[in-house]
């Protein structure tokens, strides 16, 4: 069965796979660039990769509405439940075999803190295993070397930023691509702030010039078939 993603903007995915709606850094309300407004969406378990506002964004307001766990790191997972919710708490390495398939937690070379300036534990990107297929979305991040090991899961998706000056630039995430090897690339985290504007579609020629990958430039809003 194929697992549908739409890319909502910025680092937010919904995906569908294995009988579950799941859904990835919902910063969905104060982005310029997001497809959906947070009470358009839905969510059976909720992907938060670290506390920073946009990428926990809404998932506490849509996990009220819908119900939906939220999954992260322990320190996330605690805030959740502070709040009421449902959440299952990992950490850098580990993983759990859901439902509807396997999350595994990776390396992150960010930061992490909720919007009162807390800590929010640390940062990570999430190795999915849904309908059997292996899904790396590396989240906010810088380039790092163990990154080929995560490519020796055999990746047929891997969703990297390229906005530099908080994550990976172009340059580097062509770096990772290399290191992942995987089938198929989305880029993220671009455009929706000032200091973050990038051309996608400069990357997606060097990625698919230097490697056998292919690079796919999603608009918000639209859908990719995997």
């Known amino acids: 069965m ?3 993603l739409t890319y909502y903007g910025h680092a937010c995915f919904g995906l569908k796979g294995g009988g579950a709606t799941l859904l990835i850094d919902p910063f969905l309300t104060g ?3 997001a497809a959906v407004s947070a009470d358009e969406v839905e969510a059976d378990y909720i992907l938060v ?3 920073h506002g946009d990428h926990l964004g809404d998932a506490v307001a849509i996990a009220q509405r819908t119900g939906a766990t939220i999954v992260g790191n322990h320190e996330i997972a605690i805030y959740a439940g502070n709040q009421g919710l449902t959440a299952h708490g990992l950490h850098i390495g ?3 075999d859901f439902p509807f398939g396997r999350i595994k937690l990776t390396i992150a070379h960010h930061g992490s803190s909720f919007p009162d300036g807390s800590y929010g534990g640390n940062p990570c990107g999430f190795l999915l295993t849904i309908e059997g297929k292996n899904i790396y979305h590396a989240c906010d991040t810088g380039l790092f070397y163990d990154m080929k090991l995560i490519g020796e899961e055999g990746i047929e998706l891997a969703i990297l930023p390229i906005g530099d000056n908080y ?3 172009p340059k580097d995430a062509l770096r990772a691509v ?3 090897e995987p089938t198929v690339v989305i880029p993220i985290h671009y455009d929706t702030f000032d200091v973050i504007k990038q051309d996608p579609t400069d990357f997606a020629r060097a990625v ?3 490697t056998k990958a292919r690079c796919l430039v999603l608009k918000p809003g639209e859908s990719y078939s995997l």
């Open 2 to 4: 194929p697992v549908e």
């Open 31 to 33: 982005n310029p660039l």
């Open 49 to 51: 990769s670290h506390a």
């Open 94 to 96: 580990g993983g759990w």
């Open 167 to 169: 994550t990976m630039g």
């Open 178 to 180: 290399k290191l992942i």
């Open 208 to 210: 698919e010039a230097e």
